[in-house]
């Protein structure tokens, strides 16, 4: 007999499958079927964070949503008639896998967004309290998925920043948060990359030009990179894609990895990265924990949407409840 919860991953290290397992009862409390998978080979499995009809939602209930916002957002964001050309949001990923790190991005955020709009002063004084140390005055936008549209100019990559905060500091001055938000997933490992002549795969030569440019790592790291001694994964192109915005734009840049605790990878990425940097650069990118974060959220927001955020630390990071099942 199938379990309520679906089948196991035989590929999920103990803390994705503990991530895999925290959806599982999240679908099966919301009262959703599991969509089944079927491998290259023929075999159906029943993975239990996967459903069907994200997009078709049930009264009061919006699935891979918290928050009808949150819904309506993602549907606007994945109409053909807004979405960009060059914009890497799918909708599959999106609506149907509870896993995903994207949807819960908005789940995330689109609260901090809509509150925004409603109070600019108590969502500033929220996003000041989960976020200190950094120079916010005042938040201007919260923004999900974003890629600046020069990024071919910029780094020529267009890995979307989950999200960004803008604000302004006490002098006026424009800056931004750029956020990658990680759930289970770990900082892709997957190399920027353009092709010679001959087809063979070379360093990006945009990303090599912002490496220069920006003269952000050691010398001899910088030569190890334009060498291609030293590959460009995930976490190096997010942070020259958003210096490199915030260069061009005239915006103060910071970036944070907005993690689980206890994820596996991101200290070992980040570090990767930072001990390459100079000195002035090594504080505009930092890890958060997720955890930290939402419990700030959670005793700083208005009860309108502090029950929200209960729900979204209840969902996403309430390990306790895998005793029970």
């Known amino acids: 007999m199938k ?15 503990r991530c895999r397992k925290l959806q599982s009862i999240y679908r099966h409390e919301i009262g959703e079927e599991i969509d089944p998978y079927t ?11 996967y459903i069907s009809n994200g997009e078709s939602p049930k009264e009061g209930c919006w699935k891979n949503f918290l928050t009808e916002y949150a819904f309506n957002y993602a549907k606007e964001r994945i109409n053909p008639e807004n979405k960009k050309p060059y914009e890497t949001i799918e909708s599959d990923r999106l609506f149907n896998n509870l896993l ?3 949807p819960m991005a908005f789940n995330l955020f689109c609260p901090l967004r809509q509150m925004l709009e409603e109070s600019p002063e108590v969502a500033t004084n929220v ?14 936008e919260v923004e999900l998925e974003f890629i600046p549209e020069n990024y071919i100019e910029l780094t020529g990559d267009k890995s979307a920043m989950d999200a960004i905060i803008r604000f302004e500091n006490e002098d006026g001055k424009r800056g931004f948060i750029a956020i ?15 092709r010679d002549d001959e087809g063979n795969k070379v360093p990006r030569r945009q990303s090599l030009k912002a490496v220069e440019e920006l003269s952000c790592f050691m010398p001899d790291v910088e030569k190890s990179i334009t060498e291609g001694d030293t590959s460009l994964t995930q976490i190096y192109r997010n942070f020259l894609l958003s210096e490199m915005y915030g260069s061009k734009e005239g915006l103060l840049p910071y970036s944070i ?5 206890g994820h596996p990878t991101t ?3 980040l ?5 390459g940097l100079r000195t002035e650069y090594k504080e505009r990118i930092k890890s958060v924990d997720l955890e930290d974060f939402v419990d700030t959220i959670i005793h700083n927001c208005p009860d309108k949407y502090r029950i929200v955020f209960e729900r979204f630390y209840d969902r996403y990071l309430n390990f306790a409840k895998l005793k029970k099942y």
């Open 100 to 102: 995903s790190s994207q």
């Open 180 to 194: 990658e938000t990680k759930y289970s997933e770990n900082l892709g490992t997957n190399v920027a990359y353009d």
């Open 267 to 269: 200290n070992k990425e």
């Open 127 to 140: 996003i000041k309290a989960a976020l200190m140390g950094y120079p916010i005055h005042k938040v201007t």
């Open 271 to 275: 570090e990767s990265l930072t001990d």
């Open 39 to 49: 491998d290259r080979y023929g075999n159906l499995h029943y993975y239990g964070n």
């Open 3 to 17: 379990s309520i919860l679906g089948e196991e991953y035989k590929g999920d290290s103990k803390f994705v499958a």
């Open 257 to 261: 990895i907005l993690a689980p605790k």
